[in-house]
């Protein structure tokens, strides 16, 4: 049963529930380095973490593993040949196909619609980002005291 996201762009419907294929080198996530975990677009299930993600040069975000039990598959010849085809087993919605040339040491390659997937950093990320902010104010605080104490012994 597909039970679409009101919220998701045409683009992510084609993609994800009318056989289209975002073209490759679009996707923001192909250059997402961060620790974090990915996410279906549709639904929210967490499908992979980025510690499984690789740079294949396919122009897709690619993993050679995903998080257990989070997909279904099918085979399908919509070009001309066997592939198969994976989607998500909580809303139904594709989002791309598994190949045999992935790296060790699973050797797959699951070649994802970026659009399809959600991008959550961890929070360690947040909170080194929280403590560098934490550091910068102190550091201004410090420059207002000294300036403070300048101009006072200055008068
Ligand atoms: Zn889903």
Sequence with gaps: MSKKNPNLTAEQ???MFEDGTEPPGTSELNNEKRNGSY???NCGVKLFESENKYES???WPSFFQSLPDVFETKI???LG???TEYHCKNCDAHHGHIFDDGPKPTGKRYCNNGICLVFKPNSKTWNKHY???KIFFRSIQEKWRLKRFFNETNC
Excluded: E, P
Aim: net charge positive; glycine share 12%; with cysteine.
């Design 13 to 15: 419907k084609l993609v």
């Design 81 to 83: 040949y066997t592939r």
């Design 131 to 133: 403590k560098n902010v």
């Design 76 to 78: 399908d010849h919509l």
């Design 39 to 41: 996410h279906c677009a």
């Design 57 to 59: 040069g396919s122009g």
